[in-house]
């Protein structure tokens, strides 16, 4: 009896030992990760932490098109660039960004422009936020467009892409606007750079044809003028002719009744063989 108690308590031993063994590898084996939970319960916890990789997976995909919009904004897709400030959209149709003006098609600077707002929007769900005044005479929306936090507005004003164009009551971040386009003429940025430069070049050129045109003006005006004065001059002389008096006639020259002494009537003696025919005394008429 005392034989048997003995193996029955080693028996036991042995259980209680190799059962505390196996107890202490799993949770080695927990620790490492190696081993995946095999309860509903722990399936349970797994689903509401993430569900793993595969879970983070699932929840990215199906927010992937809002990852670059904030939830503050409401959200519509952009299908179109038309050009650096104004694109069509799936909701509020054609929308021209508040406060900017980029430069118009063919202009220097309007295809960059153009190109950075095609990638940072082109395809993209973006936030809006509706301006005061929420259409312009050509029935677009006005709206300032953001990416995730980034106001897209703004960062074509720090790129150089545009210039600050403020029309109330569309003004209410005019002073951003104005701060972030003074840092971007500093840096020589965009429009500010290389087309800034031909604009100054272009209205330089401008100033000179102006300056031209007027010179020639005040050119015909003095030809014009002298002219008019040559014109009265000859009118002056003409007048002075007409109106001055006509010069009296010679008088006749003083005749001496005739007889010998006269010059022009010469006595008999001077015109041999002549005769005095008309009885005046004159014998060489």
Same mark, same amino acid.
């Given at each position: 009896? #005392? =034989?048997?108690? @003995?193996?029955?308590?080693? $028996? ?7 059962? *505390?063994?196996?107890? $202490? ?19 349970? #916890?797994?689903?509401?932490?993430? %569900?793993?990789?595969? %879970?983070? &997976?699932?929840? /990215? ?17 952009? =299908?179109?660039? $038309?050009?650096? +400030? ?8 054609? =929308? ?14 309007? /295809?960059?422009?153009?190109? *950075?707002? @095609? ?6 769900? =973006? ?7 929420? #259409? +312009? &005479? ?33 003004? #209410? ?8 386009? @003074?840092?971007?003429? %500093? !840096? ?12 100054? +070049? ?16 005040? !050119? ?12 009265? !001059? &000859? @009118?002056? &002389? ?17 005749? +001496? ?29």
């Amino acid at each position: 009896m #005392k =034989v048997a108690l @003995q193996v029955i308590g080693g $028996i036991v031993v042995l259980f209680l030992g190799g059962a *505390f063994l196996v107890g $202490i590898a799993i949770g080695l084996l927990e620790g490492f990760g190696i081993t995946e939970p095999s309860d509903d319960g722990g399936r349970a #916890k797994e689903m509401q932490s993430g %569900g793993g990789e595969k %879970g983070r &997976r699932g929840r /990215t995909g199906r927010a992937g098109d809002r990852r670059e919009s904030s939830s503050r904004w409401p959200l519509t897709r952009v =299908v179109r660039v $038309i050009d650096g +400030d104004t694109v069509q959209t799936d909701k509020l149709d054609r =929308v021209r960004l508040i406060g900017v003006n980029t430069p118009e098609e063919g202009r220097c600077g309007s /295809t960059a422009a153009t190109r *950075f707002t @095609q990638r940072k929007l082109g395809g993209q769900v =973006v936030g809006y936020e509706l301006g005061a005044e929420r #259409k +312009d &005479r050509y029935g677009r929306t006005l709206a300032y467009l953001y990416r995730g936090e980034k106001m897209h507005d703004l960062d074509l004003l720090r790129g150089g892409y545009a210039k600050v164009l403020t029309i109330p009551p569309n003004d #209410k971040y005019a002073g951003r606007f104005r701060q972030a386009a @003074q840092s971007a003429r %500093g !840096a020589n940025a965009g429009v500010w750079g290389v087309g800034e430069q031909r604009v100054r +070049d272009a209205r330089v050129r401008r100033e000179r044809a102006a300056r031209a045109r007027r010179e020639a003006r005040r !050119a015909r005006v003095r030809r014009g003028l002298a002219r008019e004065r040559a014109r009265a !001059a &000859r @009118q002056r &002389r003409a007048d002075r002719e007409r109106n001055r008096p006509s010069p009296a006639p010679a008088p006749d020259p003083p005749s +001496d009744g005739g007889g010998s002494g006269s010059p022009s009537c010469l006595p008999s003696s001077a015109c041999p063989g002549k005769r005095d025919g008309d009885g005046d005394g004159c014998y060489c008429e």
